[in-house]
C-alpha cells in the first residue's frame, strides 16, 4: 500500500486557502480544518502510532486504540480592533472525546502550534468569551498579541499543554 504524504497534501491545501484568502477575508472553515485534522495526522504517525481518520462524522475525528481524538484549528485573524487578533474555536464538547489537539495556524500558514488537552482539562481554560456559547460547550482562544494579564494568563494555560503528545501515547 502506498504511504501518504501528508506533507506534500498539507502544503497543497494551504496553497488553496491562500489562493482563497485572497480573494476573501479568511480562509475557508473547511480548508483550515482539514489542515489542523491532517498535520496532527502526521505527527500522530511520526510518534510511530497508528490512528484511524474519520473527520466528518458526529464522533471524534481520529481513533487511537480506544482514544477518541478531536482536532480543532483555527486561524490567526484579526477579530476587531478592540481585541485584535486571535485563534478561537467554540462548540467545543468535551463529552465526545478523550482528548482534544487544537492546532493553532499563524496568518501566514508554517509553524503551526498544537495544544494537546484531555477532555477534563478544556473546561479549566480561562478565555474573554468573543461570543456567546451555550450548555456545556467550550470556547478556546488563543490570543496572538495580548493586551492584559486576563489575554496573558489563557496563553500560559494554554503554553502548559504545547506539544504534550505524550499524554496521548501514555492514557
Not at 80 to 89: D, F, L, S
Request: no cysteine; hydrophobic share 35%; net charge negative.
Amino acid at each position: 500500500m502506498n504511504e501518504i504524504n501528508y506533507e506534500l497534501v498539507v502544503n497543497e491545501l494551504k496553497k488553496i486557502s491562500k489562493d482563497t484568502e485572497s480573494k476573501t477575508d479568511r480562509p475557508p472553515t473547511s480548508t483550515v480544518q482539514i489542515i489542523g485534522e491532517l498535520l496532527v495526522l502526521k505527527e500522530l504517525y511520526t510518534l510511530g502510532l497508528n490512528p484511524i481518520y474519520q473527520s466528518g462524522t458526529r464522533s471524534a475525528d481520529i481513533i487511537l486504540d480506544d482514544k477518541r481524538i478531536e482536532v480543532k484549528t483555527s486561524h490567526v485573524y484579526e477579530f476587531n480592533k478592540r481585541i485584535g487578533k486571535v485563534a478561537e474555536n467554540a462548540n467545543i464538547n468535551p463529552d465526545k472525546f478523550d482528548f482534544l489537539v487544537f492546532v493553532v495556524s499563524p496568518e501566514d500558514w508554517g509553524e503551526e502550534r498544537f495544544f494537546i488537552l484531555k477532555s477534563e482539562e478544556v473546561g479549566k481554560i480561562e478565555h474573554k468569551r468573543l461570543f456567546g456559547v451555550k450548555g456545556n460547550l467550550k470556547q478556546i482562544v488563543f490570543y496572538a498579541h495580548p493586551k492584559n494579564d486576563k489575554e496573558n494568563r489563557n496563553n500560559d494555560l494554554l503554553k502548559e499543554h504545547e506539544d504534550k503528545w505524550e499524554k496521548i501515547i501514555k492514557e
